[in-house]
């Protein structure tokens, strides 16, 4: 990723492939990228330039396009192939209807397909007849295990320390090896608190193929992210609550602290106003003691 401009255009050298070594893995070769840094998925934070950015520098850039109209969705791939030709991706969160935009995504020939939150068994054969790679985000081995009896091509095993929504109850450390053991020979990704290369190697260590960093691209210049979150968020010591969870929309920060969805019955989507956690305080040591909710929509301040 460069911090200075647009991504390289196709066909431009990039430092990585003219004097680094390469570090790769099988999931990597399938998909036609060089090293193995997925760029997850960030809900309106992800722009195509930062899809671009990611897959022309060699990783695996990857499209929001849940809350997408799915008219919309061939310009944006269109953008995203204007700034790179390399493989990227594109997630769908199946709790929503989301048929039209798989629709959109595969008429348009997007190679990857990542799910999330919902059963990836109602389109693993429409995703799979279209030729693309699914990938579907779990929180235990258990629904690892259901993910890989639906058919799925690779898992996203995403421990409780990620950002967004959080499926499950488990840290990346204890998760990532429970679901390669689990899926085994099926590729494992590792999602949760990766921001750099150590934390990549220890995923890779743990039997991971690839990197899902959410929270480390909002710092990116391409992201979309709110400046006070973006500040924040590449600050050097975790602010308190020390859970680095957090959810963006249009661009503004709505909520920081632990996932109140880790509080929801197993498989449950509670009615709005009943959520447990809903009312969740995320100010600081401090701060004024106003609870913040996920509705909140207006950026949160960090004290100085
Ligand atoms: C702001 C934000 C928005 C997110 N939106 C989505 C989303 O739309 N779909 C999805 O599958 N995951 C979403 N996630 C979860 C990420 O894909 C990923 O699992 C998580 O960021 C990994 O943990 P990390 O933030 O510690 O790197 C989001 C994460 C963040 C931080």
Known sequence: MRDDGPPHPPGEETRRSAHLPSLTTPLCRRLGVEVPVFQAPIGSAVSPELVAGVSHAGGLGML?????????????????????????????????????????????????????WGDPAGCTDRIRAAGAFHVHTVGSADEARHAADAGVD??????????????????????VPAVVDAVSPLPV?????????????????????????????????????????????????????STPAASTAAGRTRRTGPCATAHWPPGKRPAPRSRPGRVRETSLPG?????RTCATRTPYRWPA
């Open 189 to 241: 990704v590792a999602a949760g608190g990766i921001a750099d290369g150590r934390g990549l190697a220890a995923a890779l260590a743990l039997g991971a193929q690839a990197g899902w960093m959410g929270t480390r691209f909002l710092a990116a210049t391409e992201a979309r992210t709110h400046d006070i979150y973006r500040a924040a968020s590449s600050a050097h010591e975790p602010k308190k609550p």
């Open 64 to 116: 929001a396009l849940t809350w997408t109209p799915a008219g919309e969705i061939p310009r944006i791939l269109d953008r995203v192939r204007e700034l790179t030709e390399r493989p990227f991706g594109a997630n769908l969160v199946l709790d929503f209807p989301v048929a039209d935009r798989l629709d959109a995504c595969l008429e348009g020939g997007v190679p990857v397909i990542s799910t999330f």
């Open 287 to 291: 701060e004024p003691t106003t609870p």
């Open 154 to 175: 690779a898992v996203v095993a995403q421990g409780w320390e990620a950002g967004g929504h959080v499926r499950g109850l488990t840290a990346t450390l204890p998760l």
